[in-house]
């Protein structure tokens, strides 16, 4: 009740009310027999009675609309998945028609029902015999857009339904934003219901997947390029895979067997060619027979071939029996320039060309390097003694050129100094502690496997990593915090597993642009020395060159580039945007030229970046860029004549095509749970769609100072007035027939 005046005053008004009725009706008719009087006393004191019911405003609380009046919208998913017969052998769309025909049973009866199909986007409302004519094929099920499209009219024209019933396998494969749709139909008041159709089915895909996002080779040599392929649900198979040159033409192949379930890791060796510059290679295979998602059976390389060797120094400032082994595993490579520099004693240096020549030096020209003279060299190898080779000015040089000028140095035995020195120490991608530890073998990380340790137990012709003996003792130590990653640990037979408590061998960091890493054996030249260890002795001398050249591949800037180019992410769903960033060595004072945007071997764009204006962003320029369709998009920096003898960079993302309705059969219970709850529904089993479902007929929670809330109250009808006019007109009907009026 909603009493017109407190209820107090209602109780006191009406008692007074129907007391003096019932009191001047009895005294005015005593002439009348009893049992007159006692109906004509009964007549007016009932219609004061009924009157007196006003104040107290029965009655309750309703929306404006009647939820009654407005139907609920039954939709019906007719997307290609629902084609799967995963419902006691019968498809998804047939069940979804079952349950719709035993709510259409009920129309005449109970709550209105309207159904609708969708796939894409809402289709127009129709008779259920209509609705079981159409086919699940929609290339597409859009739900999120489809129930926007439903409850839209309910927020606009106050014309939407009751509520909302999905019946669908819940798979959300178009752009649409469950968000906005959540969103609207509780602006609208629609509750969302959802019947969940249909199980998982097992995904049936044949699948290629890159080991590198790029390589690094060089003109006329051999290179190495991994792959894995994947094979799931689809039994025991035997793909061909092939590679395809920049020119199109077949590079290689191979035929893999694969168990069901089962990836395997291949490896072809090719030919870089006579040119260089940055090419794209492809690895494919055909479909496979049953297959679901045939997209990934091809995938593309970024390969760049660069025309010169790297240009390597080496920096010994005591010279021992490591610093001699390594620059002879580095010698007269075909893709190494070496050029070494060592201190014999006090103001005693001497330097190695890449020629073999050996030329003294003076004490200044040894410790004058500066950040331009380093920069003359891709990488730097420093050994031990680095303190006495040159002072804090040295130190700095280094810093600045690795931090910079994205130098790249490799520290190959252990702690470069005697002493500390802060400056090369925030280099090292650990910290050290004191002591050895023996008896320890080499334990690659998986990651560092298939990037380099693969590579050199290849060309060592080495079966496995397990093959090598026990390392030499190595210099205890942790990984530093921040971007250091370990890529080799020492493991003793001991070792309880710990991948924290593993002492690394191998590891690497970013500095700045530049990269710093860290081989912590003490005499790992003793692999090279004993002839009784031949494989111990191969794996020396392919390590080095390896090394080297992995990380020139993961170096931010190409040998004698000025720019470096970056795109993230490295795989896009189309629409998604891409963002590009270039990055200048130190010194480099012009604007990049422009990137050039290419997509099947067209260019498409160009993209003028702008510089990046934060504090710590000097020498940095970014853009953004949205693909318009799918395939390998190639953004490219070309050579500029502006800083010196700069090369062509680029990078490369693999855009993919929106989500098709075969890449994955199975149904999706949790999105419509979330969907459906957020707008006050729930998912519903099939047995509990009936049309005396408590949903169907749940009134409308509203409080009394909801805006949307009016108070309806039970005496505004034609009856209650109409009782009362017959109540007091019996009265007087009975008066005037008796001589009292």
């Given at each position: 009740m909603?009493?017109?005046?407190?209820?107090?005053?209602?109780?006191?008004?009406?008692?007074?009310?129907?007391?003096?009725?019932?009191?001047?009706?009895?005294?005015s008719?005593?002439?009348?027999?009893?049992?007159?009087?006692l109906?004509?006393?009964?007549?007016?004191?009932?219609?004061?009675?009924l009157?007196?019911?006003?104040?107290?405003?029965?009655?309750?609380?309703?929306r404006?609309?009647?939820?009654?009046?407005?139907?609920?919208?039954?939709?019906?998913?007719?997307?290609?998945?629902?084609?799967?017969?995963?419902?006691?052998?019968?498809?998804?769309?047939?069940?979804a028609?079952?349950?719709a025909?035993?709510?259409?049973?009920?129309?005449?009866?109970?709550?209105?029902?309207?159904?609708?199909?969708?796939?894409?986007?809402?289709?127009?409302?129709?008779?259920?015999?209509?609705?079981?004519?159409?086919?699940?094929?929609?290339?597409?099920?859009?739900?999120?857009?489809?129930?926007?499209?439903?409850?839209?009219?309910?927020t606009?024209?106050?014309?939407?339904?009751?509520?909302?019933?999905?019946?669908?396998?819940?798979?959300?494969?178009?752009?649409?934003?469950?968000?906005?749709?959540v969103?609207?139909?509780?602006?609208?008041?629609?509750?969302?219901?959802a019947?969940?159709?249909?199980?998982?089915?097992?995904?049936?895909?044949?699948?290629?997947?890159?080991?590198?996002r790029?390589?690094?080779?060089?003109?006329?040599?051999?290179?190495?390029l991994?792959?894995?392929?994947?094979?799931t649900?689809?039994?025991?198979?035997?793909?061909?895979?092939r590679?395809?040159?920049?020119?199109?033409?077949?590079?290689?192949?191979?035929?893999?067997?694969?168990?069901?379930?089962?990836?395997?890791?291949?490896?072809?060796?090719?030919d870089?060619?006579?040119?260089?510059g940055?090419?794209?290679?492809?690895?494919?295979?055909?479909?496979?027979p049953?297959?679901?998602?045939?997209?990934?059976?091809?995938?593309d390389t970024?390969?760049?071939?660069?025309d010169?060797?790297?240009?390597v120094?080496?920096?010994?400032?005591?010279?021992?029996?490591?610093?001699?082994f390594?620059?002879?595993?580095?010698?007269n490579?075909?893709?190494?320039?070496?050029?070494?520099?060592?201190?014999?004693?006090?103001?005693?240096?001497?330097r190695?060309?890449?020629?073999?020549?050996?030329?003294?030096?003076p004490?200044?020209?040894?410790?004058?390097?500066?950040?331009?003279?380093?920069?003359?060299?891709?990488?730097?190898?420093i050994?031990?003694?680095?303190?006495?080779?040159?002072?804090?000015?040295?130190?700095?040089?280094?810093?600045?050129?690795?931090?910079?000028?994205?130098?790249?140095?490799?520290?190959?035995?252990?702690?470069?100094?005697?002493?500390?020195?802060?400056?090369?120490?925030?280099?090292?991608?650990?910290?050290?502690?004191?002591?050895?530890?023996?008896?320890a073998?080499?334990?690659?990380?998986?990651?560092?496997?298939?990037?380099?340790?693969?590579?050199?137990l290849?060309?060592?012709?080495?079966?496995?990593?397990?093959?090598l003996?026990?390392?030499?003792?190595?210099?205890?130590?942790r990984?530093a915090?921040?971007?250091?990653?370990?890529?080799?640990?020492?493991?003793?037979?001991?070792?309880?597993?710990?991948?924290?408590?593993?002492?690394?061998?191998?590891?690497?960091?970013r500095?700045?642009?530049?990269?710093?890493?860290?081989?912590?054996?003490?005499?790992?030249?003793?692999?090279?020395?004993?002839?009784?260890?031949?494989?111990?002795?191969?794996?020396?001398?392919?390590?080095?060159?390896?090394l080297?050249?992995?990380?020139?591949?993961?170096?931010?800037?190409?040998?004698?580039?000025?720019?470096?180019?970056?795109?993230e992410?490295?795989?896009?769903?189309?629409?998604?945007?891409?963002?590009?960033?270039?990055?200048?060595?130190?010194?480099v004072?012009?604007?990049?030229p422009?990137?050039?945007?290419?997509?099947?071997?067209?260019?498409?764009?160009s993209?003028?970046?702008?510089?990046?204006t934060?504090?710590?962003?000097?020498g940095?320029?970014?853009?953004?860029?949205?693909?318009?369709?799918?395939?390998?998009?190639?953004?490219r920096?070309?050579?500029?004549?502006?800083?010196?003898?700069?090369?062509?960079?680029?990078?490369?993302?693999?855009?993919?095509?929106?989500?098709?309705?075969?890449?994955?059969?199975?149904?999706?219970?949790?999105?419509?749970?979330?969907?459906?709850?957020?707008?006050?529904?729930?998912?519903?089993?099939?047995?509990?769609?009936?049309?005396?479902?408590?949903?169907?007929?749940?009134?409308p929670a509203?409080?009394?100072?909801?805006?949307?809330a009016?108070?309806?109250?039970?005496?505004?009808?034609?009856?209650?007035?109409?009782?009362?006019?017959v109540?007091?007109?019996?009265?007087?009907?009975?008066?005037?027939?008796n001589?009292?009026?």
């Amino acid at each position: 009740m909603n009493p017109l005046v407190s209820m107090a005053y209602a109780v006191l008004i009406t008692a007074v009310l129907t007391v003096a009725a019932a009191a001047a009706a009895w005294r005015s008719s005593h002439s009348l027999g009893r049992t007159l009087r006692l109906i004509v006393t009964g007549a007016r004191t009932s219609a004061v009675l009924l009157l007196c019911v006003l104040l107290f405003n029965p009655g309750n609380w309703r929306r404006r609309r009647n939820s009654q009046d407005r139907p609920w919208l039954i939709l019906l998913d007719r997307s290609a998945s629902m084609a799967v017969r995963d419902e006691g052998g019968a498809a998804r769309w047939d069940a979804a028609l079952r349950l719709a025909r035993r709510l259409d049973r009920a129309n005449d009866a109970g709550p209105i029902f309207r159904f609708s199909t969708f796939t894409d986007r809402l289709e127009n409302a129709m008779s259920l015999d209509a609705a079981e004519k159409r086919l699940p094929d929609g290339r597409t099920s859009d739900i999120a857009r489809s129930l926007e499209d439903a409850v839209t009219p309910g927020t606009v024209a106050g014309t939407g339904p009751a509520g909302v019933l999905l019946v669908s396998d819940g798979r959300q494969v178009g752009p649409g934003d469950p968000e906005r749709a959540v969103a609207l139909a509780v602006a609208a008041g629609i509750p969302v219901y959802a019947v969940t159709v249909g199980g998982r089915v097992p995904i049936k895909d044949l699948a290629l997947e890159n080991v590198r996002r790029r390589y690094v080779v060089f003109k006329n040599r051999k290179w190495r390029l991994r792959v894995r392929v994947r094979a799931t649900g689809l039994g025991p198979v035997e793909p061909e895979l092939r590679v395809l040159d920049p020119g199109g033409r077949v590079a290689a192949e191979r035929r893999v067997r694969l168990a069901d379930g089962a990836e395997a890791a291949v490896t072809f060796v090719l030919d870089a060619g006579d040119r260089s510059g940055c090419f794209v290679w492809r690895i494919e295979t055909a479909p496979w027979p049953g297959e679901s998602n045939p997209a990934n059976n091809h995938l593309d390389t970024s390969v760049a071939v660069l025309d010169r060797p790297a240009k390597v120094l080496l920096l010994e400032g005591v010279p021992g029996w490591d610093s001699k082994f390594t620059a002879r595993a580095l010698r007269n490579r075909p893709t190494i320039e070496l050029t070494e520099m060592y201190r014999v004693g006090p103001g005693r240096f001497y330097r190695i060309s890449p020629g073999g020549e050996r030329n003294d030096l003076p004490r200044r020209a040894a410790v004058s390097l500066s950040a331009a003279e380093f920069a003359k060299f891709d990488v730097v190898l420093i050994g031990k003694g680095l303190d006495a080779f040159f002072g804090a000015a040295g130190s700095d040089a280094l810093v600045s050129w690795v931090d910079r000028q994205g130098g790249m140095v490799v520290f190959f035995r252990g702690p470069p100094c005697s002493r500390a020195d802060d400056a090369v120490d925030a280099l090292l991608p650990v910290a050290w502690d004191t002591g050895n530890i023996g008896g320890a073998h080499l334990s690659p990380t998986p990651e560092a496997a298939a990037e380099l340790f693969d590579d050199v137990l290849a060309e060592a012709k080495i079966a496995h990593v397990s093959r090598l003996p026990v390392l030499p003792p190595v210099r205890r130590c942790r990984a530093a915090p921040g971007f250091s990653r370990v890529l080799a640990a020492a493991r003793t037979p001991h070792d309880p597993g710990d991948d924290r408590a593993a002492v690394p061998v191998l590891a690497v960091r970013r500095a700045g642009r530049g990269l710093s890493v860290v081989l912590t054996v003490n005499g790992f030249w003793r692999w090279d020395f004993f002839a009784r260890e031949p494989e111990a002795s191969a794996f020396f001398r392919a390590f080095w060159p390896g090394l080297i050249h992995w990380v020139l591949t993961h170096s931010e800037f190409l040998p004698g580039a000025p720019w470096a180019l970056d795109a993230e992410p490295t795989a896009v769903r189309l629409g998604t945007p891409i963002q590009v960033r270039v990055r200048a060595r130190y010194g480099v004072r012009a604007a990049p030229p422009t990137i050039r945007v290419i997509l099947a071997d067209k260019r498409i764009a160009s993209l003028a970046p702008a510089r990046n204006t934060a504090p710590d962003a000097e020498g940095e320029w970014q853009a953004v860029y949205v693909p318009p369709r799918p395939g390998l998009l190639r953004f490219r920096l070309p050579e500029s004549a502006d800083e010196g003898a700069g090369r062509a960079v680029e990078r490369t993302v693999r855009v993919m095509p929106p989500p098709a309705e075969s890449d994955d059969l199975s149904a999706d219970p949790a999105f419509l749970e979330r969907l459906a709850a957020r707008t006050d529904g729930k998912v519903v089993a099939p047995s509990e769609c009936r049309p005396d479902a408590v949903f169907f007929h749940a009134p409308p929670a509203l409080a009394e100072d909801d805006a949307e809330a009016v108070w309806g109250p039970s005496w505004d009808s034609a009856f209650f007035l109409a009782t009362i006019l017959v109540l007091f007109g019996g009265e007087i009907f009975l008066r005037r027939r008796n001589g009292l009026l």
